[in-house]
DNA sequence: TTAGATACAGAAAACGTTTTCGAAAGTATT
DNA sequence: AATACTTTCGAAAACGTTTTCTGTATCTAA
């Protein structure tokens, strides 16, 4: 069974091709009758528009590419999640491809997607990408828009979780439960969000007067469970005094908290720990982690809407944007003592 | 900065189209001399076919579409990877949708797909996807491979986990701990893994001459923790006697963990635990979950393999075939004392 | 009645490729 | 020298749309 054409649905009519076409497509040129008479049987042959040529005519495609790190990154699904929901609902079709973290791999991706004359471009950076002339130029090509991971050097709306305030809430959290020797475990140095989480905990030690200790900031250049536990297991060696860890991760958090418990330090009650992402390990692990968590499903729907605006309003001068969603602490067992 | 044309390259060479175009494709009439010239200013000036006019004029959009139930079970995630991996390594574009284990829903994208003019399609099938014709009927159209959830209703090539082989390592491994009145949390009756799981473990049951013992085949629609904790839950208040469960999922077996747990009954001393499909979430819990690994990775380069090789080797005559990929057992505390 | 507007429809070009077919020129064979 | 074959290339058609432009018929207003 052939797919229907214009031309099978013009001959039934008596009509022409473009006639057909532009009683699809709602010109006005095409009087009531004949036009309700081809929507039906447009509708009765299931008439779908080839891709191809529409695309070749019109110069669009109804896609839109995404590039993200890592699929295995719950968060990164957790966007994605939301960027096909959200396209699906404004009827555009997602072509994935990951840059697995790596420069290169994201700059020919990169040059892929605009080969496949997508209409538009999502993109999470990686933390690697210092270089982001790539992206530059691809902006002058489509619509490009950055989410998760950015670079604030690229004139291109930007929706990213609001880092500092998350681990402010966080680290403020400690804080009113007592604590003051508040352990920051940090991610790379050049990382958007690790820069910002820091910030937030500091601004928190700010607020309440609390010294800053720059024994207790470290950084992992992996944000993984085992760098995690590593990093609080140095710490236990050197005997360095602290009653709270925060890490910028889930992993790292879960790290410590596997460090603490080999060392039989009790959590909350000797050392609380909280972890930023809220991911399905934080309800797994005992004592049930407190997160900060991301609104990723919102950041991917978020993204799609302003790529898609700018695809519907092409403009000559960017103004480069920042959205930033606002997270929310969940508090758990390893943080909270009722007591 | 526009696109390079072949008219772009034609006229430098002062060349038709025609030629350009044959010099690119690797066609044989055209002259060493004019070929490696061309070759040399299309790669100069980054030519690459528009891939409307290609896909109008061959029929071919070098694009596959891929549909899988919930791109946040992490083992689609995993297969996902695979399948991106593979896509890229053999130059083809990915379209991802969802089909959120609705039917409606996997009708819908299904026939967006071959809208859009894939070359072939992957589909992991819904569990209540009981009525399989628009499958059908789409193999009709394009080459069609299904993997992880299949249905062997279907004449197509399917890629699965030898689900009877990893249940029946599983269970083997607890009966050579000396464990005789094993559990077994099931999921939907209708579920192909879920049934073979289940044959796996009577295969084990049978092997070793342990009874069957219904009581201790418990049934959960929803394969979550939740479920699986209540299942257990149940049994214990039953007072119904059983010294270890295998959990056709992690989750369910995760589940179980905390209804012991909250029972005060230690595992893997009394009970011992098993789950399917070895998750990050096995080695966060405490204690780390012995489970069945699947090759999901390998399922989805497999399944692009397949996809791939049909496309280019249209076939009238469809053999089913079905690929069952090994699984390996992991063990770990919950199901191991070294005593 | 006529001039001008309006409503409707089709012809044709265009989007950028690939591919078929034939032409031209060169080479080999008789 | 005539024939046949080979090599190299281009003209043109085709893929299925959309859109512009033009034309005709009908309608309105004077």
Known sequence: MKKTKLIDIAKIHGVSTSTVSKAINGHSDVSAATRTAILETSKKLHYVANIHAKGLRTQKSSTIGVIIPNILLSFNATILKGILDSA??????????????????????????????????????????KNIDHIIKASEHLPVVLFDKISEKVPLTNIIVDDQQGAFNAVEHLILQGRKEIVCICGAKNSYSSE????????????????????????????????????????????????????????????????????????????????????????????????????????????????????????????????????????????????
């Open 88 to 129: 699906k609902e404004f009827g555009y079709r997602v072509l994935l491809s990951e840059s697995e973290h790596y420069f290169e791999n994201e700059k020919e991706t990169l040059q892929k997607m605009i080969d496949s004359n997508v209409d538009g471009l999502l993109i999470s950076i990686n933390k690697e990408s």
């Open 196 to 339: 910002h989480r820091l910030n937030g905990y500091l601004e928190a030690l700010e607020k309440y007067k609390i010294p800053i200790n720059s024994e207790l900031i470290l950084e992992s250049e992996q944000v993984t469970i085992s760098q995690g536990e590593l990093a609080i297991q140095r710490l236990l060696y050197k005997a360095t005094k602290f009653d709270a860890v925060f890490g910028i991760t889930d992993n790292v958090a879960i790290g410590a908290i596997k460090a603490l418990q080999k060392n039989k330090i009790s959590i909350p009650e000797k050392v609380s720990v909280i972890g930023f992402s809220d991911s399905d390990k934080a309800t797994i692990i005992v004592p049930n982690l407190t997160s900060v968590a991301q609104p990723g499903a919102s950041m991917g729907r978020l993204a799609v809407r302003y790529l898609i605006d700018e695809i519907n309003n092409p403009i000559n001068v960017r103004t480069p944007k920042t959205i930033e969603l606002k997270t929310v602490l969940k508090i758990r067992e390893s943080s909270f003592s009722s007591i």
